[in-house]
C-alpha cells in the first residue's frame, strides 16, 4: 500500500521564527510527484510547493523551501520567517505517474503561530 | 481566471436520502477530481474524470457515483445516505489530465446527514 505519514500532528512557531514539517511516503513507484498544500480554517485547499522525484534540487517558494530526500523518501517543509497568515493544516501529498491525477495524502500537520 | 468552483458550500440531508454536488473546474481544464475529507479518514480520493471518461476510482462504495459533462463540470452522487457520509467534499481541477498537472481545489462542499 502506498502511505504518507506525517508524524507532528501539531507545531508551533513563533512569528518570524522557522518552522520544519516532517513527511515519509512510500512507494515502490520511481516516478512521482510530491506536494505540500495549506488549509486555512475557511477550509480551501491550497498549494504551497511542489516537487517532481527525478529533480534532486529542492524547490523552493519565497518563504517556503522542502527537503527532498528521495532514498529516505522524506520530503520535508521549511517555513522560514513565520507569518500569522501561516497559521493552517499543512497536508504532505504525493501522486505516482501511473495514477493520474490521484492524490495521497497524509494525515496533516497543525501549524499555530504565536506573534 | 475563476477558481475551481463548487456548489452547494453546505448542505444538511437525512438519513436514505441522496444527494448531488457540482464542480465547475478552471477554465481549460479537462480533469476533475473528488476527495472526501473526514475528521477520523483524513482526505481520501473517490475518483477522477477526464475527457467525460472515469479514470481513477477510489476505495468507496458503489453508492458514490459521478459524471463529467462536456464542458468538464462534474457531479457527484451520494445515494442512500448514512450518518457516515457527513463530511467536506472538496474536488480538484487540473488542465491536462496527465501526472504533469498541478490540481487546484475548490472551497468544498460540507455535507452534513442526520
Known amino acids: 500500500a502506498q502511505t504518507v505519514t506525517q508524524s507532528q500532528p501539531e507545531m508551533s512557531v513563533q512569528e518570524a521564527e522557522t518552522v520544519t514539517l516532517s513527511c515519509t511516503y512510500d512507494?515502490?513507484?520511481?516516478?512521482?510527484?510530491l506536494f505540500w498544500y495549506k488549509q486555512p480554517p475557511s477550509r480551501q485547499m491550497i498549494l504551497v510547493i511542489r516537487?517532481?522525484?527525478?529533480?534532486?534540487q529542492n524547490a523552493t517558494e519565497n518563504r517556503f523551501s522542502v527537503n527532498f530526500q528521495k532514498a529516505a523518501k522524506s520530503f520535508s517543509l521549511k517555513i522560514s520567517d513565520s507569518q500569522l497568515g501561516d497559521a493552517a493544516m499543512y497536508f504532505c501529498?504525493?501522486?505516482?505517474?501511473?495514477?493520474?491525477?490521484?492524490?495521497?495524502f497524509g494525515g496533516g500537520t497543525r501549524v499555530l503561530v504565536k506573534p | 481566471k475563476a477558481g475551481v468552483t463548487q456548489t452547494p458550500r453546505y448542505l444538511i440531508k437525512t438519513r436514505g436520502q441522496q444527494v448531488t454536488l457540482s464542480c465547475s473546474p478552471i477554465?481549460?481544464?479537462?480533469?476533475v477530481s473528488w476527495y472526501q475529507q473526514t475528521p477520523g479518514q483524513g482526505l481520501q480520493f473517490l475518483f477522477e474524470?477526464?475527457?467525460?471518461?472515469?479514470?481513477n476510482k477510489g476505495n468507496f462504495p458503489g453508492r458514490f457515483s459521478g459524471r463529467q459533462f462536456s464542458n468538464s463540470r462534474s457531479e457527484m452522487n451520494v445515494s442512500t445516505l448514512e450518518l457516515g457520509d457527513s463530511a467536506l467534499y472538496l474536488c480538484?481541477?487540473?488542465?491536462?489530465?496527465?501526472?504533469?498537472?498541478?490540481?487546484?481545489f475548490g472551497p468544498g462542499t460540507r455535507l452534513t446527514v442526520l
Open positions: 480538484a481541477s487540473g488542465y491536462s489530465g496527465g501526472s504533469t498537472d498541478t490540481q487546484y
Open positions: 512507494t515502490s513507484e520511481s516516478d512521482y510527484y
Open positions: 516537487q517532481e522525484a527525478y529533480k534532486q
Open positions: 501529498a504525493y501522486k505516482i505517474k501511473a495514477a493520474g491525477n490521484k492524490l495521497t
Open positions: 477554465s481549460g481544464h479537462r480533469s
Open positions: 474524470y477526464f475527457s467525460e471518461t472515469q479514470r
